[in-house]
């Protein structure tokens, strides 16, 4: 660190300690807006900056927030000794450049979804906040929704019993990328979620897809395999007439339902299942179906964003290390990964 940087960060470590995290954030299209309202709404943070390309953005920014500097180079925000934290709202591909200037100049770094568009950037980008002592936190909004609280709530107590699959269908017409395909785009959120729920880490992954209107995927299949014989499956598309956004997760003791699309229901548990008996040697299985009442719990009513910024104010605040942080942002790139050598050789089995 040079001597500018060490004057910056002994400046930005002393405006922590009045515990408001001041931000800039680059990007400014579809999710940036809601990044810098959540952050202007939450008590302990200040947005000082906010960085866009495109006039017609910044000129949006100036009439809502006259109060917050606008850039269209990021390397203000960067070399500004009045920022603390960096959010990364901009394509997969710009992340990884962005986000390590970011850490060399001592800010910490909330980065959107997918972390990086490799693995070996993640590693890097992981190595360096460590050596620097800051915080990554990668935008797995979903952890922070009251229906996959519940749900994980529910696994870890074992209302389910032992996990048998995961099958998610997220399909809808558009909104179509141009830098990455279906499954970079969509199945970060499913990745996600299973990395946090299901304990075993997968062995191997296959993919299937295809490309009708561009260069890139826009239908997708993914099955993953666990180790303890957990199976799950995503299908991803832009191609769907209908918006779908649906989850099945399969349990020993109780089957769950999850529809991100219902209003109150979000989640329904069936008391439903497959009992195995042994009767007179192996040869002779007896299999009895379950069927019991369906129930649907009480979701908390809470706007995800905010609560996953709160939380990483919280991290760095009392130096903790956020549960959705740089190596849980590598484990959904490694299998975004090992789905993507598997699509180039139409759908032939990749172990993770």
């Known amino acids: 660190m040079n001597p500018v940087q060490m004057e910056q960060s002994e400046e930005a470590s002393a405006k922590r300690k009045t515990g408001i995290v001041r931000f800039g954030v680059i990007g400014y299209g579809y999710w940036g807006p809601n990044v810098v309202r959540n952050l202007e709404s939450l008590d302990d943070s200040k947005v000082v900056m906010i960085c866009d390309k495109s006039p017609a953005a910044r000129k949006r920014i100036q009439n809502l927030y006259s109060n917050i500097q606008v850039t269209a180079e990021s390397e203000n925000i960067m070399t500004s000794s009045e920022i603390d934290a960096v959010a990364v709202v901009t394509p997969v591909w ?16 909330f980065v959107e979804k ?3 568009s490799n693995v070996a950037q993640a590693e890097e980008l992981i190595e360096l906040a460590e050596k620097k002592n800051l915080k990554i936190m ?3 909004t979903f952890l922070f929704t009251g229906a996959v ?9 074992g209302a389910l019993g032992k996990l048998y699959y995961y099958d998610s269908t997220r399909v809808n017409l558009g909104l179509f990328q141009h830098d990455v395909n279906v499954l970079w785009d969509l199945a970060p959120h499913d990745l996600s979620i299973m990395d946090h729920l299901i304990d075993e880490k997968p062995e191997a992954i296959v993919a299937t897809g295809q490309s009708h209107l561009n260069s890139h995927e826009d239908v997708a299949y993914m099955t993953v395999y666990f180790p303890n014989k957990v199976i799950a499956h995503i299908n991803v598309n832009w191609l769907s007439p ?11 003791k109780k089957m769950l339902v999850w529809n991100d699309l219902e209003a109150d229901e979000k989640i329904k548990i069936y008391d439903k299942g497959v009992n195995i008996n042994n009767q007179q040697g192996v040869y002779k299985l007896l299999v009895n179906y379950r069927s019991g009442d369906m129930w649907a719990p009480q979701i908390e009513q809470i706007e995800a964003l905010r609560q996953e910024l709160g939380y990483f104010l919280n991290c760095i605040s009392s130096n903790q290390t ?3 942080d740089g190596h849980a942002g590598l484990r959904v790139v490694k299998m975004l990964e090992a789905a993507t050598v598997s699509l180039g050789k139409r759908g032939e089995l990749v172990y993770v």
């Open 114 to 116: 997918p972390f990086t």
């Open 94 to 109: 710009t992340h990884y450049e962005l986000a390590k200037t970011a850490l060399e100049n001592g800010k910490h770094v």
């Open 149 to 157: 609280k519940k749900i994980a709530q529910l696994v870890k107590e």
């Open 322 to 324: 956020p549960t959705n």
């Open 138 to 140: 990668v935008d797995h």
């Open 242 to 252: 209908v918006k779908v956004r649906t989850t099945l997760i399969g349990g020993e």
